[in-house]
């Protein structure tokens, strides 16, 4: 089922409920921060989608789209039908989901697309079951989601979406999610418009890696870790640096070195591919810096004749946001 663009509700009241729909805000993501891949994520404030719950006579979850995107209406096909269905066969009652979806975070684009709506689905869900479920269950669930968009599950988008600001992954099975504190950061992110499937970007990279470059990356990612807990942006700076990942999958993205030798000279502490890219992401001490670095990206891709959109936002320390 399709509808385009509607932003208007009418639900009919069910006696489970009382009619309650659940309403949430659920934040785009920027995965692996660089040097830890599949392990460091933060939320930002912009962009969200926008998703509504409720609960129906019918068994089963059922997907509404109210954009223009087209994602598969099937629930298992579905990243948020995934999740929800995960979490109703542990609630084990024949119960009824029906979720409406409005994308504003566009698939592909490598800020968390698919575990917004993963996380945002069973945020809002669990609500309705008086959140009977907690954090870590809830993002058990989601990983189900991006099973269906990238074939692994990986938590890395999932886990700040649902728990806000910056997340470590220590391990994924069994699940061990630590919340990182963070100091004031802005972050600047640019999304060339074109495609890249989190699938094809996991495809291309290398299984083995060099002992000597496991060491360089582990020291960065240490490093970051205890540059963002003391609030060391010089530290944090020196630590944005990925020998492993980002020297196989920048050649998809058009113009990455210049963005980031540019966002540097702009004032950038650094940064890098935002997930599986293709968007880019950099952090900055102070928003005027973080506008200058977005002056720099506009620069280089209206170069090369690249449409784009950027964002100036910050971290966002709420996560997933319940707006009734
Ligand atoms: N850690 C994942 C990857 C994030 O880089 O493939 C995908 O958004």
């Not at 907690?134 to 599950?153: C, P, Q, T």
């Not at 470059?213 to 944090?236: E, F, K, M, S, T």
């Amino acid at each position: 089922m399709r509808t385009q663009f509607i932003h208007q509700f009418s639900y009919t009241p069910y006696a489970e409920t009382g009619g309650r729909v659940v309403s949430i805000q659920s934040p785009a993501t920027v995965a692996n921060m660089v040097c830890g891949f599949d392990v460091l994520g933060f939320a930002v404030t912009d962009p969200y989608d926008e998703m509504h719950i409720r609960f129906t006579d019918t068994p089963g979850v059922t997907i509404v789209n109210l954009d223009a995107y087209d994602l598969p209406t099937q629930p298992e096909q579905n990243v948020a039908g995934a999740a929800l269905l995960a979490m109703l066969d542990e609630v084990a009652e024949p119960i009824g989901l029906e979720v409406s979806i409005f994308k504003h975070i566009k698939p592909g684009s490598g800020v968390g697309s698919s575990a917004a709506s993963a996380a945002g689905a069973v945020v809002a869900a669990n609500r309705l079951f008086n959140d009977r479920f907690s954090k870590s269950d809830l993002v058990r669930f989601a990983m189900n989601g991006e099973k269906v968009a990238s074939g692994v599950k990986h938590a890395d988008n999932i886990a700040p979406c649902i728990y806000g600001g910056v997340t470590l992954i220590r391990s994924i099975f069994p699940l061990d999610i630590v919340e990182l504190s963070a100091p004031p950061l802005y972050v600047t992110l640019v999304h060339p418009q074109i495609e890249v499937r989190t699938a094809d970007a996991r495809g291309i990279l290398k299984q083995q890696v060099l002992l000597k470059d496991a060491i360089r990356q582990w020291g960065n990612i240490a490093g970051l870790v205890a540059g963002l807990l003391q609030g060391d942006y010089a530290l944090i700076g020196r630590s944005l640096e990925d020998v492993l990942i980002e020297p196989v999958r920048s050649i998809l993205i058009p113009g990455f070195a210049d963005i980031k030798q540019q966002s540097r000279e702009a004032g950038a502490l650094g940064g890098g591919i935002s997930g599986s890219g293709p968007s880019i992401f950099m952090l900055s001490k102070d928003e005027a810096t973080a506008k200058d670095v977005e002056a720099a990206m506009h620069g280089i891709y209206e170069k090369l004749g690249l449409d784009h959109h950027t964002y100036v936002t910050t971290i966002n320390h709420q996560g997933v946001k319940f707006i009734n």
